[in-house]
């Protein structure tokens, strides 16, 4: 098993350009999220999904976009990038009910 | 609203001492906590969980999590730390909805290893 996987790695945009974070997991798990870090803020939530065709907002939601068309992979997009979007992102996936999330290994992105 | 809470930004100790890294949650009703553990420009790696039963939890990598409703404290120790332990260390708190299931996690403590 791959685990979750995000690709690319790093990236660099200028601001106004469009991008999208892929991210896909192999272990057959209904529920899968997106999160921005910080430097001193921890983790916040994006977006997160239930199921294919189902996504709801997080706790900081604004500039992105995510669809769920599989169970495997939940692609995060930006639209228009700004110099606030820089961040390291990541994406998890867990099981329904009290579970752990199993984490990528986070994609570092730059808007210049 | 959940929140979570760790005191500790930085954290510094020799390798072979004991290690106790804090957290404090809020939350209305009966929490499920994690610590989870960052290597620098990797993901996240869960240590330890609790969802309920035994108070004393223990974890991988010979970590420990006790908690303790009365205080809202879910304390991450080790009794001798290695210089692999050297990382920055998540404490999180979970609540289950009708549309997932949602962390909200702590500001991360930094533990540096002193040889």
């Known amino acids: 098993n791959a685990g979750v996987t995000q690709t690319p790695k790093f990236r660099i945009l200028k601001i106004g350009q469009s991008m999208t974070l892929q991210c896909a997991q192999d272990?057959?798990?209904?529920?899968m999220y997106w999160y921005r870090q910080d430097p001193g803020m921890g983790l916040k939530l994006i977006y997160y999904?239930?199921?294919?065709?189902?996504?709801d907002k997080g706790e900081v939601p604004n500039g992105y976009n995510v669809s769920r068309s599989t169970t495997e992979d939940f692609p995060l997009r930006l639209e228009l990038a700004a110099p606030s979007q820089t961040s390291v992102y990541f994406c998890?996936?867990?099981?329904?009910?009290?579970?752990?999330?199993?984490f990528g290994p986070g994609t570092r992105l730059t808007v210049l | 609203a959940q929140s979570v809470t760790q005191p500790d930004i930085h954290i510094t100790v020799s390798e072979g001492a004991s290690l106790e890294l804090r957290c404090n949650y809020s939350?209305?009703?009966?929490?499920?906590l994690f610590w989870y553990v960052q290597s620098p420009g990797q993901g996240l790696q869960l240590l330890l969980k609790?969802?309920?039963?035994?108070?004393l939890v223990q974890g991988i990598k010979g970590f420990e999590a006790e908690f303790k409703r009365s205080q809202s404290s879910f304390n991450l120790r080790k009794p001798s730390v290695h210089w692999s332990d050297a990382a920055e260390y998540f404490c999180?708190?979970?609540?289950?909805?009708?549309?997932?299931?949602?962390?909200?996690f702590g500001t991360g403590t930094q533990l540096k290893v002193e040889l």
């Open positions: 998890a996936s867990s099981l329904p009910g009290p579970n752990e999330q199993f």
């Open positions: 272990m057959n798990h209904n529920y």
């Open positions: 999904s239930v199921g294919a065709g189902i996504t």
């Open positions: 939350y209305g009703a009966t929490p499920y």
């Open positions: 609790y969802f309920s039963g035994d108070t």
């Open positions: 999180a708190v979970g609540r289950i909805t009708g549309g997932g299931n949602k962390l909200t």
